[in-house]
């Protein structure tokens, strides 16, 4: 019999539509060994050490109107880059978890609209709150990187759609999906006062888009679609090669 190479195994990952929530941890784990990899051979080198940094300020959403017309990809872009191994950890454990949950759900298509709708909602909260509160004078140099929202949003989706679906947690026993949402969302909204506030609205931006785009999706109108076609559209590509 055939064995079959890594490289087989990731180009059947990516072909089938149905592994939409493995295809999301593979860009999201590959992106970050990547990235850090190529820290570490530049560092053997004595080339650039703030590598990571820089190309993590390109790829990140930045709080500026003017700097985001300079830089249209960063709200998709965002959303896969992490800034620490922890950081990377807990939010696809999240996903991995509960976007199991959504998916057996909805579907992995509506699992990926999801995700990436969610993303895109709390990118935009996170540059309306740097412009429009006074916390955030003078602070318009941030970025915001991560998973987070897109993850929050998919946690949130999935509470609303099935709000006492039962959750294990270590030490506590089974938790109602919804309480563990609620959670989720109220430590975001007292960290606001810590020292990632801006991060923390993003991270709001995502659950309220995941509550509006369940919601709404009951009501029998699909926010995602758009991107549930585009990505149909490069699925069949995906699969000619």
């Known amino acids: ?7 087989d195994e990731l180009k059947d990952t990516f072909r089938r539509s149905e592994n939409r929530l493995n295809q999301l941890i593979l860009i999201n784990v590959g992106v970050y060994l990547v990235m850090n990899i ?3 051979v530049l560092m053997l080198f004595k080339l650039q ?3 990571y940094d820089s190309l993590s300020r390109a790829l990140g959403v930045p709080a500026s109107f ?3 017309l300079l830089r ?3 709200p998709i872009t965002y959303m896969f880059i992490h800034s620490g191994f922890f950081h ?3 939010n696809m454990m999240w996903l991995y978890g509960i976007g199991n949950i959504l998916q057996s759900l909805l579907g992995a298509r509506r699992l990926l609209a999801l995700y990436i709708a969610g993303g895109l909602a709390g990118a935009l909260v996170f540059i309306l709150a740097f412009n429009i509160f006074p916390l955030f004078d003078g602070l318009r140099g941030h970025f915001a990187v991560g998973a987070s ?3 929050l949003a998919v946690v949130v989706g999935a509470a609303t759609l099935s709000p006492d679906y039962p959750i294990r947690l270590f030490l506590l026993g089974n938790v109602r999906l919804r309480y563990l949402a609620l959670v989720m969302v109220l430590m975001d909204i007292l960290s606001i006062a810590g020292p990632n506030a801006g991060g923390h609205f993003a991270h709001l931006g995502g ?3 995941g509550y509006i785009y369940i919601k709404r999706l009951q009501q029998g109108q699909n926010m995602g679609l758009w991107i549930e076609q585009f990505f149909d559209f490069w699925s069949v590509l995906v699969a000619r090669i």
């Open 149 to 151: 929202a897109s993850v």
């Open 38 to 40: 190529a820290v570490v």
């Open 66 to 68: 003017s700097m985001l």
């Open 49 to 51: 050490t703030g590598w």
């Open 1 to 7: 019999m055939a064995q079959t190479s890594l490289l």
């Open 207 to 209: 659950a309220l888009f």
């Open 88 to 90: 990377l950890l807990f």
């Open 72 to 74: 249209p990809w960063s």
